[in-house]
């Protein structure tokens, strides 16, 4: 009977010091419960910067309008030497750069 209440109480000692020294290193682990704080109080927090809107694409005309054409033509037995000078006209803000197309029949000859 002794032997039995000593290795009860040592089992019980045991017990209490396994729990005692577990509920120690749970109570080391800190749990933050957020609150809302006085707006006096509390810090400002790091301001985020303001949002760059992004330009707007710039709406591009399907061709320029011509302002002025001079064309000066020479021909010479069967050569025919044209010069020609277009101004277009740019209606938007911008600077533009393009491609310059100029028709010609499939059968001409360019020097």
Known sequence: MRTRKASVFLLSAVF???AHAFTASVRAQGVIVPRECEPRRCPRPFPLPRPVPLPRPIPLPRALPIKSIK??????GQVATTHVEQIFRNDTDFT???TYFFPIPETASIQ
Request: proline residues 0%.
């Open 96 to 98: 533009l750069e393009g």
């Open 71 to 76: 064309i000066e033509t020479k021909i010479v």
């Open 16 to 18: 209490l010091i396994t």
